[in-house]
């Protein structure tokens, strides 16, 4: 079973950038496609990004396209999110997650997920 902690999150102005970063441990991430979720204040869990299991097909949010970037590391024990361009909306904890079955898209199967890390933009 793998295990998943979430770092890299903080207080930053709106228009600046965050990199968050997922750690797995107890095994590789190799075969699972990751992502990330994010969950404000009085609102539903929402998907953010994904990347396969290949790192080959990547998919996100309307609301982050062309701002957020997910990529994961060659020795598969990382999965980051890059955040560019921050707005207020984006406040959020954000989560990332661990797919089995390799697939990371918006209604991939997501079992497992992490503790959160908390960003907050100001405006």
């Known amino acids: 079973q793998v295990q998943l902690v979430e770092s890299g999150g903080g207080l930053v102005q709106a228009g600046g950038s965050l990199r968050l970063s997922c750690a797995a441990s107890g095994r590789t991430l190799r075969g699972y496609a990751m992502g990330w979720f994010r969950q404000a204040p009085g609102k539903e869990r929402e998907f953010v990004a994904g990347?396969?299991?290949?790192?080959?097909?990547?998919y996100y949010a309307d609301s982050v396209k062309g701002r957020f970037t997910i990529s994961r590391d060659i020795n598969e024990r990382l999965v980051y999110l890059q955040m560019n361009s921050l707005k207020p909306e984006d406040t959020a904890v954000y989560y990332c997650?661990?797919?089995?079955?390799?697939?990371?898209?918006?209604?991939?199967?997501?079992?497992?997920r992490g503790q959160g890390t908390q960003v907050t933009v100001s405006s």
């Open positions: 990347i396969n299991w290949s790192g080959g097909s990547t």
């Open positions: 997650a661990a797919d089995p079955t390799g697939v990371g898209g918006p209604g991939a199967d997501f079992g497992t």
